[in-house]
């Protein structure tokens, strides 16, 4: 095996790294907060977990994975779902227009 055969393949596997992290990151989307309204951001799935931040009227938030939690009625119904916008920081999915009434991201784990 010569020098250059393995420079190209080392080259390939990160080239194909890099692409499976491009396209993990493109893949997240953003969606709105309910017009008008300043949310909570809570560090468990519920409103028993402490505030950790609030999120300004306006926010759009990436949604990471989502989780059952308590239950809470806000503008776009009643929902158990609370969605994952980062590390330890969950919302509840009934303040989030996603265009569903289910999951639209993978279950948290």
């Known amino acids: ?4 055969h393995v420079e ?3 080259g390939l596997k990160e ?6 992290t ?3 990151t ?3 989307r953003y969606y709105s907060i309910a017009p008008g309204v300043r949310l909570n951001v809570r560090s468990g799935p519920g409103t028993s977990y402490s505030v950790v931040r609030v999120l300004p009227e306006g926010a ?8 059952p939690g308590t239950t ?13 916008i980062s ?13 569903s009434d289910g999951y639209v991201a993978d279950r948290c784990s």
């Open 87 to 99: 590390n330890s920081q969950y919302i509840s999915d009934a303040y989030v227009l996603t265009g």
């Open 8 to 10: 190209e393949t080392e």
């Open 26 to 28: 493109a893949s997240v």
């Open 72 to 84: 809470v009625t806000g503008p776009y119904g009643t929902s158990n779902i609370w969605d994952n």
């Open 22 to 24: 491009a396209t993990a």
């Open 60 to 67: 759009k938030v990436p949604i990471y994975c989502q989780t």
């Open 1 to 4: 095996m010569s020098v250059d």
């Open 15 to 20: 080239t194909e790294a890099l692409t499976a």
